[in-house]
């Protein structure tokens, strides 16, 4: 009887069910977001797989036979995100779909490895994530100089800044996460306050191209970025450890980042790192160890439509600066450089001595981004930093513990921008920024202040687009504006005042006479113009040709400016001129790419000529009560920049692959004709990897870097040495021998488990020991460069 009643139940169900209404039908467009054209073969399906279709020539497209009910359909098409929509089907329903079909713009950076990307004319070279992770225990800098065209400059091994084509500091802009670092990068002893261990992917744009960014980019600019956040429910993480055995310490770094499906994300990160004395081949760098802290927090709301995000950053760095660098008295100094000995080689400590430096900076950011329909898309960003910076020197008695420079920079940004990008042929983007930034020098150091107490004003109009003139050739062109305003108020001794012959150029900035010291108040206003024009030739997807020109202004900053008394960190004196105009940048370059499959190249001639260039030389020894000092001065000159980056590679067999690159940049005063300071040595960089997927993702890479020398230095300087009682030559600018180093890096990898995976890496860096000196280190004067080092990584990812 049950099985009776079940039947016809069944047979009930059945029935009613076909006789349901499943006659309606759904149909519609699928159009672009941006511009509403429409997208031919889009996929557009249930869930279930039971229906599926696609859009025709026009983007349209017809669904018959439909119940009145709501259906979940997935539609996709290439290029595009993968959308779900819920539809409410009656009768005859009509729908109009709309995708992002467009590459998102230049700041939002998608890093396929380590390659060649083309944001416009300019060349753009990116570190993916594995590239960064390489260099965990090192710095920004050193994962920086595997690009050809990067050099860095250095003050040991824990303070390095990167120079792009041969140009540093102040010419060279670094965007962490979407802001603009502002951290004193003026110093040659500064390196940036960043924790690389924060970053998915470093970008560089070689030249000034990148206007968005600042029209005083003469060298070039860096971006830092962020890994997108993934509209899924996921938790997910990965720690580093590294073990380091040039110094006997390592660091560690971890994150974790939680993302929803409705946009949401966290994401927190933290690292610490922890090196005492380096040493080089021979002996004990006494004073050299490092002690950093970083962490980071970023949450937000993306959407398509409309996101905002919150991020905040901590960096704090206690730093250490070889012993030897600092002498007492003009023989010294003439002993330390000429005999190229050190002065102090103690035994081995973890201890962080003086001379050395304290850094702590903070940053906060909050963006927001809008797209309109049709339009485009129209972001807002403020953000925060604080800046402090100690320097200690070597003091007697209780002094000793006290700073010697302690600098406070604060600084307020405001910037917006729109972009219009609903037309396929061209697009057009616009922004501008409003900054507000003090510094502010503690007098409780006791000594006479290097820089002062300023304000500055910026703000700052640009107008950037690109044209497509057909498949293959696209021009772009930009133009910026900025304003620079800056007030300070800076005491001078009365002798050093007229002895740079202010008095007679400067005397209305005087607003108090103490005798001795004047008290000034210099206000300077600066307007600076910069653009760019450029043309790319794309014949296919294998080869491209980019010809720019860029022309950039860049105003002097507070140390070329004000500069005025011993610099402590640095061991010298330095001398800023009042006098200082804005510099000029006409730079040319040309590249070419080419893609064979199986090999390929690069090379990218250019030319830098720059008016008014600020650079910073030796000029002489001043005697003080603590000693002597070399005494280095800024002043401006007419330059040139020649230079080329070229780049091969070739995949000898599919495990087998080799990389080659050579940079060189020749500098010239021409006002002198003499060669500019500080210009990189040319160098030749060869690798061969070998790479086994199904042996547990195992590479092996043995790596090669010839370092030539530099010839083309400027003059020594003759001193006069109380020991001998006669001037001597000082052979402050002499060039050290060129230099060949060899390295290693293994890597393989370890599933634990369905989702969790173990990375050991073995990297060995100069590999046979070998002494040297580099150019661009500071401390060369002092000592050799680091000896080999060991470095033990693993990686967990969860």
């Known amino acids: 009887m049950m099985?009776?009643?079940?039947?016809?139940?069944?047979?009930?169900?059945?029935?009613?069910?076909?006789?349901?209404d499943c006659k309606s039908s759904l149909s519609g467009v699928v159009i672009d977001y941006h511009d509403k054209t429409p997208l031919m073969n889009a996929n557009i399906q249930t869930l279930d797989g039971g229906i599926k279709i696609i859009t025709d020539i026009n983007g349209e497209f017809t669904i018959s036979n439909l119940c009145d009910k709501t259906y979940t359909f997935e539609i996709s098409h290439p290029e595009c995100s993968t959308t779900l929509l819920n539809v409410n089907i009656k009768g005859k329903t009509n729908i109009d779909i709309k995708l992002e079909h467009h590459l998102e713009e230049l700041e939002e950076v998608k890093v396929i490895g380590s390659s060649i990307k083309q944001t416009n004319s300019a060349q753009e070279v990116s570190l993916d994530v594995q590239k960064l992770e390489e260099f965990s225990s090192g710095t920004l800098g050193d994962a920086l100089s595997q690009i050809s065209g990067v050099s860095i400059l250095s003050t040991g091994a824990n303070i390095v800044k990167p120079a792009i084509h041969g140009l540093n500091g102040s010419r060279v802009l670094l965007l962490n996460n979407g802001v603009r670092m502002q951290d004193m990068e003026w110093g040659d002893?500064?390196?940036?306050?960043?924790?690389?261990?924060?970053?998915?992917?470093?970008?560089?744009?070689?030249?000034?191209?990148?206007?968005?960014y600042g029209g005083d980019a003469i060298g070039g600019v860096i971006l830092m970025e962020q890994l997108p956040f993934t509209k899924t429910d996921s938790l997910y993480g990965k720690t580093i450890l590294n073990g380091v055995s040039n110094g006997r310490g390592g660091s560690a770094s971890t994150e974790l980042v939680r993302t929803y499906e409705n946009g949401w994300f966290l994401k927190g990160q933290a690292s610490y790192k922890r090196i005492g004395d380096r040493e080089a081949p021979d002996y004990i760098l006494s004073n050299t160890g490092i002690q950093e802290i970083g962490a980071s927090l970023a949450t937000g709301k993306n959407l398509f439509e409309w996101g905002w995000n919150l991020n905040y950053s901590f960096y704090d760095a206690e730093i250490a600066i070889l012993r030897s660098s600092h002498v007492g008295n003009v023989d010294d100094l003439i002993r330390s450089i000429n005999t190229q000995q050190p002065l102090f080689i103690r035994p081995f400590t973890y201890d962080l001595n003086n001379p050395r430096q304290k850094v702590t900076h903070h940053l906060a950011k909050l963006s927001f981004y809008k797209r309109f329909e049709g339009l485009g898309k129209w972001n807002l960003q403020y953000d925060f930093q604080s800046n402090n910076r100690l320097e200690f020197d070597v003091r007697r008695g209780e002094s000793d513990d006290r700073q010697s420079l302690d600098l406070a920079l604060t600084t307020h940004s405001l910037t917006t921008d729109f972009k219009w990008d609903a037309?396929?042929?061209y697009e057009f983007k616009t922004g501008l920024l409003l900054r507000y930034q003090n510094n502010?020098?503690?007098?409780?150091?006791?000594?006479?202040r290097l820089i002062p107490d300023y304000d500055k004003y910026d703000a700052g109009a640009f107008i950037i687009g690109e044209f497509n003139v057909d498949d293959n050739i696209t021009l772009d062109a930009g133009l910026r504006y900025d304003f620079s305003k800056i007030d300070a108020k800076k005491f001078y001794q009365t002798s050093r005042w007229e002895e740079r012959g202010y008095d007679q150029d400067f005397q209305d900035l005087v607003i108090d006479?103490?005798?001795?010291?004047?008290?000034?108040n210099p206000i300077f206003d600066y307007h600076n113009f910069s653009g760019s024009v450029g043309l790319q030739y794309r014949k296919n997807n294998f080869s491209t040709l980019r010809v720019n020109y860029a022309l950039a202004q860049r105003a002097p900053n507070p140390a070329e400016l004000f500069s005025d008394g011993l610099h402590q960190s640095a061991a010298r004196i330095e001398l800023g001129d009042l006098r200082l105009a804005?510099?000029?940048?006409?730079?040319?370059?040309?590249a070419k790419e080419r893609d064979y499959g199986s090999w390929g190249y690069s090379i990218e001639p250019y030319i830098n000529l720059v008016s008014d260039f600020m650079l910073l030389e030796p000029t002489g020894v001043e005697f003080t009560i603590r000693g002597a000092f070399p005494v280095w001065s800024y002043r401006q000159t007419r330059a040139r920049l020649l230079g080329i980056d070229a780049n091969i590679y070739t995949e000898l067999t599919n495990n087998w692959k080799t990389d080659h690159s050579f940079s060189i940049v020749k500098g010239k005063d021409i006002s002198k004709e003499t060669a500019l300071i500080n210009i990189p040595s040319a160098n030749f960089r060869n690798s061969l990897s070998f790479n086994k997927e199904n042996w547990k993702n195992l590479e092996l890479r043995l790596s090669s870097e010839y370092v030539f020398r530099q010839n083309e230095v400027p003059d020594n300087l003759i001193v006069f040495s109380p020991e001998q009682q006669q001037e001597v030559l000082l052979e402050i600018n002499t060039a050290p021998e060129a230099y060949h180093l060899l390295n290693f890096y293994s890597k393989a990898e370890f599933d634990l488990g369905k989702k969790n995976r173990l990375t050991t890496s073995l990297i060995v860096n100069n590999l046979l020991n070998t002494n040297f000196r580099n150019y661009l280190n500071r401390q060369r004067f002092f000592a050799d460069d680091l000896g080999r080092n060991i470095i033990l990584q693993l990686k967990f990812n969860y």
Do not use: M, W, Y
């Open 440 to 448: 502010f020098a503690d007098p409780a150091t006791g000594i006479r």
């Open 189 to 212: 002893e500064h390196a940036p306050n960043v924790d690389l261990n924060a970053a998915g992917s470093v970008s560089v744009i070689k030249g000034a191209s990148a206007l968005q």
């Open 513 to 520: 006479d103490f005798g001795n010291q004047l008290l000034v």
């Open 423 to 425: 037309n396929k042929n």
């Open 3 to 20: 099985k009776v009643l079940f039947i016809a139940l069944f047979c009930f169900t059945v029935s009613f069910a076909l006789a349901q």
């Open 582 to 590: 804005s510099e000029t940048s006409h730079k040319f370059s040309v």
